[in-house]
């Protein structure tokens, strides 16, 4: 009886496998592996479950439902996020949401609706601090300097910012003396300059041939004149017309400005990106960038070496991550870390107001904001687009990162953090996986086995029950 008991669970556990396997594999097929492997960074934010319809009243219920429902709610770390969504100029690149404003009224009337949801929610979040506030888009640097007035003034009137990491994303080109004294008088600790390349070749095929590199060096002057804590600027590999000998020149030049990091980015491409330029035709997207990356491998260091910077990483990583390049032994790092951005697998909440911008209440809600700008507003109507989350969820979401980020998950922290034995909770996985013989456990760390990204990939989804990983495949097919 136990013999066949035990032979039941052993078909099971097979079957586990290549159920799972197999929805992940039809998929890779269908869809092209590369694109999958950029976007899984994205995996946290995407909804594993079904989506629904949400308007403000409901949102704001569910964030005071955590609130009473959590004793602790005070251990969890919370993050705002605004979402401006213009650009004097679109980037032909670019994959946020943002639209280029058609007169000064559009922004007055986004000003206004934006003020009336802060004020909705503002007795929702009355006892709660804020670790950071990100102030993204979109280039927030398009507002005036009345209008960043008017907002940072809301914002002090309405939330808990007294110790608040602030950072704000901007376009140099929108930057002057008298807006960066309203940034600096606002506490804005991290600004973040959006620059993507100084050829003016990719810049003409970027839309972006206004960017004067005179007008960035002023305006790195004037960061450093007013003493901001971190000066970032964005550079973006993967662009039209880019080689390795433009983009070191373009590096050597923004290394001149002495910026305390440099983030790289490899481009995401758009349909819009890939259909005029690289004839719809994405493995010619990758074919390009691969050569870029290996010609730059070879020649990036002496470079960063001269003017004293690191990598954080190498720049194999650029396809999951992000590399950084930073200041050696640069003190403003020491403590604070890229907080919002490793929003992650942590007893962590975000709450996103505007456009398109994504929120997040832990066990609860997985929720964005549709991405439109209206001329009249109804706060009560269906605005948001939601996905409801359960604890289980949470332990995925923390499995995924762990697995990506160290191809292990430490069961001892797992226990930590939530109180439960992984083996306990996801049995059924755990001897799937085992019998597939893509893992094993080692000092307190269960291991996976694996010969390529691919493999690591169906190991970390595989935690996905089979309607989540359906939901999550969709979403990569629709992004
Ligand atoms: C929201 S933008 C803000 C920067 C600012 N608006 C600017 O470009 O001047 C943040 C960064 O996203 C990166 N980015 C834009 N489009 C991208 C894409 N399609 N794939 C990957 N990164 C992208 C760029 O490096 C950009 O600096
Ligand atoms: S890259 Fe920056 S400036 Fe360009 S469209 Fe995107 S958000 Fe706007």
Redesign the pocket.
């Known amino acids: 009886m136990v013999g066949r008991n035990l032979n039941q669970l052993n078909k099971r556990m097979n079957s586990l496998w290549q159920k799972r396997n197999l929805i992940v594999d039809n998929f890779i097929k269908e869809k092209n592996l590369k694109l999958v492997i950029t976007d899984i960074r994205n995996i946290f934010y995407f909804p594993f479950n079904k989506q629904q319809n949400y308007n403000i009243q409901d949102i704001a219920s569910r964030w005071q439902e955590f609130f009473d429902e959590h004793n602790d709610y005070n251990d969890f770390v919370y993050h705002l996020y605004l979402h401006i969504p213009f650009?004097k100029h679109?980037?032909t690149c670019?994959n946020?949401y943002?639209i280029e404003p058609r007169n000064i009224k559009q922004i007055f009337v986004f000003l206004k609706y934006l003020n009336k949801q802060i004020k909705f929610f503002k007795p929702v979040f009355k006892n709660i601090s804020f670790k950071t506030l990100f102030l993204g888009?979109?280039?927030p640097s398009v507002l005036s300097a009345d209008e960043l007035n008017f907002l940072f003034k809301i914002l002090n009137s309405s939330f808990n910012l007294k110790d608040t990491v602030k950072i704000f994303e901007a376009?140099p080109s929108d930057l002057n003396k008298e807006k960066l004294k309203i940034l600096k008088k606002f506490n804005i600790h991290k600004l973040s300059l959006?620059v993507?390349s100084l050829d003016s070749d990719v810049l003409n095929k970027l839309n972006r041939n206004y960017q004067k590199y005179k007008q960035i060096c002023r305006v790195a002057e004037l960061i450093k004149e007013y003493n901001f804590n971190k000066f970032n600027i964005d550079l973006l590999l993967g662009l039209k017309e880019q080689n390795a000998n433009t983009f070191i020149k373009t590096l050597k030049l923004i290394l001149q400005l002495y910026p305390n990091s440099i983030t790289l980015y490899s481009l995401t491409p758009t349909q819009l990106y890939l259909n005029q330029y690289f004839n719809s035709n994405i493995d010619l997207f990758y074919k390009k960038y691969i050569e870029l990356i290996k010609d730059l491998e070879n020649n990036i260091e002496p470079v960063l070496k001269e003017f004293g910077y690191v990598m954080d990483s190498s720049l194999d990583k650029l396809l999951t991550a992000e590399v950084t390049l930073k200041k050696l032994n640069d003190q403003s790092f020491s403590g604070i870390g890229e907080l919002y951005n490793d929003f992650s697998n942590k007893k962590e909440a975000l709450l996103g107001l505007g456009p398109s911008a994504r929120s997040y209440i832990y066990g609860k809600l997985n929720y964005k904001q549709k991405p439109e700008i209206r001329l009249k507003y109804d706060l009560l109507s269906d605005d948001y687009m939601g996905n409801k989350l359960e604890l289980r969820d949470e332990m995925v979401k923390y499995i995924v990162k762990d697995v990506f980020d160290n191809q292990q998950i430490d069961l001892y922290k797992f226990k930590k953090i939530f109180n439960k034995d992984l083996e306990g909770v996801f049995k059924h996985e755990i001897t799937a996986l085992d019998k597939a013989n893509k893992i094993f456990i080692r000092d307190d760390k269960l291991k996976f086995k694996y010969n390529n990204i691919e493999d690591l990939f169906k190991a970390t989804i595989f935690f996905l029950d089979e309607n989540q990983i359906i939901n999550v495949m969709n979403n990569f097919r629709d992004n």
Request: positive net charge.
């Open positions: 650009c679109r980037c670019c946020y943002s888009g979109g280039s376009n959006g993507q």
